[in-house]
Structures are given as C-alpha cells and as structure tokens.
C-alpha cells in the first residue's frame, strides 16, 4: 500500500527557515514525480513545486522562486521542500504528493502545518 508521510512543520518568525520532508513507501520512489502543495485557510490547494525523475529537473509556482528548494534522495525514499525567507503569506498546510506524470493513481500524505509570525 502506497504510502507518503511528511513531516518538519512547525512556527517559525518572518525570513526564517524550515525543510519538510517527506518520506514514501509502497510504490517506486523513484520513477515518479514528487510534488508539494499548500493549502492556507479559507484557500484553494496550490501547487508549490515538483521534481521530476529523469534528470531530477524542478519547477516552482513564481511566489517561492528563489526562496524554496524541492530535492530528493531516492536511497531514503524522501523528498524535501528546504523553505526560506518565509513570510506570513507561506502559512498553510504542505502536503507533498507522487504521480507517474498525471498517469494512474496519486498519493497524498497527511500534510504538515507550517506557520509564519510576523
């Protein structure tokens, strides 16, 4: 059974730092595309950031361009969303989700609350 948990939310002051992670099991790691998205309340989810399996090429929305790094370690089944310069607008809940380039299922973790004081 497919499987996505993340984990490394927290609170964290305006220009602070966190790194998500999230761990995967079930399915093969490595062959699908790894995404975070964000959720802040009264909001529509928004897709974050995505990185691919082949050349491990990334993509980001343009409101964390230049602040968030997506990365992965297919030896420990785990992406991570590095985040900094955080501003109180970043405050959502994170979930990272896999998918074989929109083909078949795709798998959600629980998601993690990250929160932002100005």
């Known amino acids: 059974q497919a499987r996505l948990v993340e984990s490394g939310g927290g609170v964290v002051q305006s220009g602070g730092s966190l790194r998500l992670s999230c761990v995967g099991s079930g399915f093969t790691f490595s062959s699908y595309v790894l995404n975070w998205y964000r959720q802040a309340p009264g909001k529509e989810r928004e897709w974050v950031a995505s990185?691919?399996?082949?050349?491990?090429?990334?993509n980001y929305v343009d409101s964390v361009k230049g602040r968030f790094t997506i990365s992965k370690d297919n030896s420990k089944n785990t992406a991570y969303l590095q985040m900094d310069n955080l501003y109180p607008e970043d405050t959502a809940i994170y979930y990272c989700?896999?998918?074989?380039?929109?083909?078949?299922?795709?798998?959600w973790g629980q998601g993690t609350q990250v929160t932002v004081s100005s």
């Open positions: 990185i691919f399996p082949a050349a491990g090429s990334t």
């Open positions: 989700s896999a998918d074989l380039y929109g083909q078949g299922p795709t798998y």
